[in-house]
Every structure is written in C-alpha cells, then in structure tokens.
C-alpha cells in the first residue's frame, strides 16, 4: 500500500504510520487522505496490496474497450471496478454487480477500490489514467457509481461504510473542485441523508406480534376457526405470509444464494420457514387432536376449502404449508377420518384437490408449481423451498473464488436472476384489511406443538381407541 501512496505524486507521502492514524490527517493530500480512508475502513493488509490493481496500468491481456463486456468472459475484482468506472455502456452489469458482488468480495473492500480509483494519479507511469481531463471524467463516475450503489442496495452500507464516506465527503468537499465534481459530491450529500432516514425494521415489527403465547394450539383456537369463513382465514393468512416474505433481507438472499450463508442463520428466512412449519404441524396437529371421525373430517374438510382460497389469492407458500399438513402420514393414516371428509365435499372438490396436489407435488423439480407460479398476477407468495433448491443448484455449477482470482462475468447475471426472482414477489403487496383476532392467533400458534414421530404416535392411539 505505501507503493500505492507514494505513486500518487506529486502528492507528498512520506509518513510509515498512515494506516495507524486515529484521526484525520491534516495533510489532505491524495495519498494521506486515502491512507486515512484504508484505515477507517480497516483494511487487511493483502486487501491493502491488492488496490494496486485498482489504479495501476492494466496487464496486456486486459483492454476495456467500449464495446469489452460483450467479449470478455472473466475479469478480477478490481479491474471489474475499472471497467465499470469507465466511459461505455455499463449500467446494467453495474446494477447486477452493485447486488451481487458480495459472493466475490468485501463491501468495505469495493468501497475501498472506489476511494482508490477516485484518487488515481494521472502523473505517474503506472496510472491507468493518464490526463487530468480523463482524472475529472473517471472522478464523476466513481461517484456516480457510489451512488448507484447507495440506492440500490443501501442493506450493504453497515456503520462503518457511512463513516468512511462522510470522511471522504468532509475532506473532497473542502479542496479544490470543479463545478461539475461539486454537482456530484452535492449528490452524494443528498443520498447520504436519504440513508441515515430512519427504516422501520419490518421483520422485529413482524416477530413482536409473537409475544402473546397465551395461544397454545387447537383447544383455544379451533372455535374460532370454526365461526370463520375459510375465505376470511385464507385471506388473514395470506397477508401474514406476504409480510413475513416481504421482511426477508435482500443482504441474506444474495449470501444465501452463494451459500455463504445458511437459512438457520438468517433470522428473516429461519422466522419464515419456522413460521411454515408451525403452520404445518398445526393443521396436522388439529385434524388428530380429535376423537370423533365426524369432527375430524369436518376439521379436515375445512382445510381443504381454506387451501382452495389460498390457490386463489395465489399464496403459494401457505398452499404448500397447510397441504403438508392434511397429508402429513399421521393424517393419511386415519382413513375412516378422511373417507368421510371426502363424502362430504364431493366429486367436483376432489379433482379441485389434485390440481393442488399436481402443484404442490416436488417432483420433476418443482414442474408443477414453476408452470402454476408463471401464470399467476400478482400479488403473490412464492414457494421458498423451490428458490432453495435454485440456489443449490447455482452453487453446484459455479464457482465464485477461483485460483486466478477472476470472476466469471455470466455468473453475475445469473446471480442477479436468482435474486430478483425473490425480489420481484417482494414489492407487491395485498390489499387485505387485517382481522385481528385471526391475525392474533396466526401469529401465536405453539411454536412446541409435537414433533412428526409423537403426531404419528397420537395417531395411531386415535385409531386403536376408537378403531378408526
């Protein structure tokens, strides 16, 4: 890094302690200042070396032309940066990068190649600028980049990334500037105060409705279940799901779509599939927590109808749930229970019901629902299992660390795919007034209820007592 700094001439840097500084420097030299910008940002020292690349002159094999993205196949991180800082038709491999660079590298690490690259020195052999005309231009798209990047994907931007751009703004804003680059750094002042607005946490918002765990399962629940339209509940349960869906963090997605991250460990996706689950053992746990075959098939019959009004609001992810549910084994096994419940519902429902089996079916990958989802207007609640085995697959075919250190260009754009695959389903939401009493319970169903071997296990006590 010091060959760095000293290669900013005819900026002096002279002082070995740079990186230890604890305040500003006063010296706003080009190197002092990004040596100060590195130390905030607390660079590892190979991150430090490898800034080089940013700002030095590219190796033979790598010419950025106009017209380069349309032929290259693989690029490194850093001249990733070059190129996208430069003069040409970026826009849309930047956005894709702006998402999806994390599987390749640090966002303390881009923001420092930006730092790097805005302070290049046009006067030195090894700079890949070579002109202060040229220094202006790449000047403006740095920050222009920087604040692309602040719009799109402001989840990335922890404390210690805003301090270190009011840093650099402080300290570019007091020198010298043209009236463009102050138009620029103007905007970037705006996008600042935009960021440090306060966000509403919407899934902390979202677990606080699960406090009252007074509700413990079918006993106090079930009537009122019962009182309610199946629409009603499948409605209440839909907007729940669009919520929880909605709340999931874009930051996780990416990590988990390049397996840097496990859904266990992502507290917006583990609240989801813990939120599924709980439903799931729920209507299982509520079709055998009774004694009567004719109660049970009119609590299994109801499901039913709440699952056709979920297929028809298009929440896929509580059509998936409830119907693991009504065929969970320790359900299937009473057959008495479910004769009956068909018997009652008749011919027309049960091919209503293979259309739902068809789609929530796992196999051919997911044929089934994948054709249903396609068709379907939102808004809508996907499935976040079929994202998950996507993701695997992803993971399976490409490789995001490789030993020359490039990064293969087509995977980005089909990491962007995956994401805003999610995404997409993220920005649409229902226009469903909230029940509160349904919403209360939703919310408040046991998370203990019992595991699959104990319902199986209730289940068969149910059919050796009352021989059903």
């Known amino acids: ?125 090894l700079a890949n600028v070579t002109s202060l005309v040229e220094l202006e231009q790449t000047r403006k798209r740095v920050i222009t980049f920087l604040i692309m990047w602040m719009s799109l994907a402001p989840f990335y931007f922890n404390e210690t990334l805003l ?31 935009i960021m440090n607005e306060t966000v509403v946490d919407d899934l902390t918002s979202l677990m606080l409705k699960t406090t009252d765990n007074k509700i413990l399962g079918p006993k106090s629940t079930f009537p009122i279940l019962q009182k309610t339209h199946p629409q009603q509940i499948a409605l209440q349960i839909a907007l729940q799901d669009s919520l929880i869906f909605g709340a999931i963090s874009p930051r996780d997605v990416i990590a988990c779509i390049g397996g840097q991250l496990t859904a266990k460990n992502s507290p917006s996706i583990s609240f989801l599939q813990e939120h599924f689950d709980t439903l799931s053992h729920f209507v299982a746990f509520s079709v055998i927590f009774e004694r009567e075959v004719k109660v049970r098939a009119t609590v299994y019959s109801m499901w039913v109808s709440i699952l056709f009004e979920l297929r028809k609001v298009n929440d896929f992810c509580g059509m998936f749930s409830i119907y693991g549910g009504i065929t969970h084994p320790s359900v299937e096994r009473l057959k008495s229970t479910i004769e009956e419940a068909w018997k009652t519902m008749g011919p027309k429902t049960k091919r209503e ?44 075919m490409n490789e995001f660390h490789t030993n020359d250190n490039k ?47 104990k319902l199986m296990q209730i289940s068969a006590l149910q059919e050796t007592m009352y021989n059903r």
């Open 1 to 125: 890094m010091k060959v760095l700094c000293n290669a900013l001439d005819p900026f002096d840097y002279n002082d070995d302690d740079i990186f230890n500084e604890a305040e500003p420097p006063l010296d706003l030299s080009a190197g002092s200042i990004l040596g100060h910008l590195c130390n905030a940002l607390s660079l590892l020292p190979i991150e430090k070396q490898m800034l080089m690349n940013v700002v030095k002159t590219l190796p033979p094999d790598v010419q950025l032309t106009k017209d380069y993205v349309d032929t290259v196949k693989k690029l490194s991180f850093e001249h990733l940066v070059i190129l996208l800082t430069s003069e040409g038709n970026w826009k849309n491999l930047a956005a894709q990068f702006l998402i999806t660079f994390p599987l390749f590298n640090s966002p303390k690490y881009l923001l420092a190649c930006l730092f790097a690259r805005y302070f290049t020195n046009y006067n030195s052999s």
């Open 407 to 453: 990064i293969d260009i087509p995977t980005i754009g089909k990491a962007y795919e995956l994401y805003a695959a999610v995404q997409k389903y993220q920005k649409v939401k229902y226009e469903i007034r909230e029940d509160i009493t349904i919403q209360k319970i939703l919310f408040n169903i046991s998370k203990d209820l019992l595991d699959s071997v």
């Open 163 to 193: 301090n270190a751009i009011q840093l650099f703004y402080n300290m570019v804003s007091i020198g010298h500037l043209s009236e463009a680059e102050k138009i620029m750094i103007t905007s970037l002042s705006n996008q600042m105060a």
């Open 353 to 396: 019901f293979e259309t739902i089996k068809n789609i929530c079916s796992f196999n051919n990958n997911f044929h089934g629902y994948r054709q249903a989802v396609l068709i379907s207007h939102p808004p809508c609640v996907p499935f976040f299992g079929c994202f998950q085995k996507d993701w695997v697959y992803f993971q399976e």
